[in-house]
């Protein structure tokens, strides 16, 4: 069998960008969510889905001498790979947003593994994945409506459920496992448009979690993947999932919508990616293009069936429309060495520089979110005596469609007896971020955000002018399993 198939959706330091909650009685449901970070592993580029590619690159090794080494290699052995890891989250929103001045801390637990099918059963090619998140600690997980805005607001983790099934599928590989096909409760963001930031609760994606319904992690769904390796760096994937557009309310659990009183609706996806690094060539590069259809029906965020706006109109309906498509576009270069480009060396202080661009064709889309743009330079082992840490800078650009910055506008008015607020459909961040590598099972990952042209998208109704500013957070992992020796230091 190949390597190790599909990762933990916790593990190594970075966070997916998720959802954000408003304020309990003026919440929008359909814009909440969670970010996780990810896990490790040693796979070639075109395996390492999802989350595991949101680790420093390349990790840092782990060294021999842990207290359950021997087991950990005992149950590698036998067929299984165990994952466990902690992680803290902490943001701060001192000078942006409608409600300055705020934080939100949560403490998050994964428990999982991996079992190789072969090992355990003779089925060759076989491995079934699970994951099972606990959230016990949360503080103030209203913190992305008390922002507001999509490059801030957006990545606040709301997870209003203690414990989450976030993986559980059965994944077989085929013709000398250039062929993979899996099906089960998982997040297609494992697996497609998969960041490239550095610290990618920078860089989260808010139409392909709303408007696509890709749902943040830790919400799993229902679904179905197909994947081929024309070469080890060179995948195409196929998939289609049920997207829950009320997720925040799910465990991962359910068969159906559960009682989250959500509507269910099915994201197809297809996707082509090209990925190195640098055992492969000695100046890595990658790429991405993504499509997506989204076969729900979407409220329109303006008009309603009389035409009129749905603000001043709020007994009527909203127009709706069927279904909505986009694409994503995602490459990465790395330009700059200072040994010049000698081979073989796994971890060379560089310069890379990455850039990514998400559209969806729909103006009347729900999610209001019409264009993201990101881009950034990532200086990787700038100091020899630290050689896994990593530095950037990160740009975001956020474009409401006109739709939803009609609808922001009438809201404040409305909300304020008359309030003159013009929203712009623009909003831009530039973010530094750092990964410190302080050993191979801790990471602290710190950021600091400075925003123009924020908006009231997430909290249209508070009356308040969204102020421009800075936002701060700090991610702090501990891959527990790696401390103690139990995943076989792999």
């Known amino acids: 069998m190949n390597k190790t198939a599909i ?33 490790t592993d040693q796979s070639v580029p075109n395996e390492r889905v999802g989350p595991r590619v949101l680790m420093p690159e390349p990790r840092q090794p782990a060294s021999p001498g842990r207290p359950f080494e021997e087991q950990g290699r005992w149950l590698l052995d036998h067929g299984i790979s165990v994952h466990l890891g902690a992680t803290q989250i902490y943001l701060r929103n001192p000078s942006v947003g409608l409600d300055t001045g705020n934080h939100e801390s949560l403490t998050l637990f994964d428990i999982g593994a991996d079992l190789d099918m072969q090992k355990i059963a003779g089925l060759t090619g076989g491995t079934l994945h699970f994951q099972q998140l606990y959230v016990p600690w949360t503080s103030n997980i209203t913190y992305g409506g008390q922002v507001g805005d999509v490059i801030v607001g957006k990545p606040g983790p709301y997870i209003p459920k203690v414990s989450h099934l976030t993986l559980f599928t059965y994944e077989q590989k085929l013709l000398e496992d250039k062929l993979s096909l899996e099906a089960g409760k998982s997040n297609a ?35 179905l993947r197909l994947a081929y390796d024309f070469t080890p760096t060179l995948r195409m994937q196929a998939g289609a999932w049920r997207s829950n557009n009320a997720y925040p309310f799910t465990n991962g659990w359910e068969r159906s919508e559960g009682d989250s009183g959500g509507t269910l609706s099915t994201v197809y996806l297809a996707n082509l990616a090209y990925r190195t690094d640098f055992t492969i060539e000695p100046y890595p590069r990658s790429f991405e293009v993504m499509g997506f259809y989204n076969n729900g029906e979407q409220p329109d965020p303006y008009y309603t069936v009389n035409g009129t706006s749905k603000v001043q109109d709020s007994s009527a309906a909203a127009r709706t429309s069927k279904g909505v498509s986009g694409f994503y576009l995602g490459a990465k270069q790395t330009f700059w060495r200072a040994d010049g480009g000698q081979p073989g060396v796994p971890n060379p202080t560089a310069l890379s520089a990455y850039t990514s661009l998400t559209h969806t064709f729909d103006a009347d889309t729900a999610n209001g979110v019409g264009t993201l743009g990101n881009a950034g330079i990532i200086l990787s082992a ?14 975001n650009w956020a474009q409401l ?16 007896g008359g309030g003159d607020y013009r929203p712009g459909r623009n909003e831009y961040g530039v973010s530094l971020d750092a990964n410190f590598v302080l050993t191979d099972s801790i990471i602290v990952s710190p950021f600091v955000t400075r925003t123009w042209g924020a908006s009231s998208w997430l909290n249209p109704y508070t009356g308040e002018t969204p102020n421009d500013g800075y936002a701060f957070g700090l991610v702090f992992h501990i891959q527990i399993d790696q401390l103690l020796g139990l995943n076989g230091l792999k």
């Open 189 to 223: 963001g494992n697996y497609f448009a998969l960041p490239l930031c550095n610290v990618p609760l920078g860089c989260v994606n808010a139409i392909l979690q709303d408007t696509a319904g890709i749902n943040p992690p830790p919400y799993a769904n229902w679904g």
């Open 401 to 416: 469609t006109q739709r939803e910055q009609n609808f922001l506008e009438e809201a404040y008015a409305l909300s304020t």
């Open 7 to 39: 990762a933990v959706w916790i593990g190594l330091l970075s966070v997916m960008g998720v959802k954000t909650a408003l304020a309990a009685d003026t919440a929008d449901h359909s814009r909440t969510g969670s970010n996780l970070p990810s896990s």
């Open 382 to 395: 700038p100091w020899r005596s630290r050689p896994f840490d990593s530095y950037s800078v990160n740009f």
